[in-house]
């Protein structure tokens, strides 16, 4: 009987390792501004599931304006598979550079 350990359950599906953080977040930046064809500026939440996907907050640039901080941003939740493919993203914010939260 073969002996797993954990890290197994986050290998790539050909075997090999999981792609590292930084990757996994270029590649979902790029993946979602190529669909959206807008401009990703920054992801502000990356983490791993159990499962071996990841879940990401991509903030995308969707009405660029002058001055820059009236430009309108949203947020996107974004999940990406194991092998760093996109799997599903939805929007979940839109707001201006130049506001915070209230809390």
Same mark, same amino acid.
């Given at each position: 009987m073969a002996n797993t350990s954990d =890290? /197994? %359950?986050h290998k790539k599906a050909d075997g090999g390792?999981?792609?590292r953080p930084a $990757? @996994?977040?270029v590649? $979902?930046?790029?993946q979602l501004s190529q669909l959206l064809g807008l401009p990703a500026e920054a992801v502000s939440s990356c983490e791993r599931a159990d499962d071996g %996907?990841? =879940? *990401?907050? @991509?903030e995308i640039v969707e009405l660029p304006r002058v001055p820059d901080t009236m430009t309108l941003l949203a947020s996107y939740d974004v999940e990406v598979d194991a092998d760093g493919e *996109? *799997?599903?993203y939805r929007r %979940? !914010? !839109?707001y201006?550079?130049? !506001?915070? /939260?209230r809390r």
């Open positions: =890290n /197994d %359950t390792k999981p792609p $990757a @996994v977040i590649s $979902a930046m790029q %996907t990841w =879940n *990401l907050k @991509v *996109l *799997l599903g %979940t !914010r !839109r201006e550079r130049g !506001r915070s /939260d």
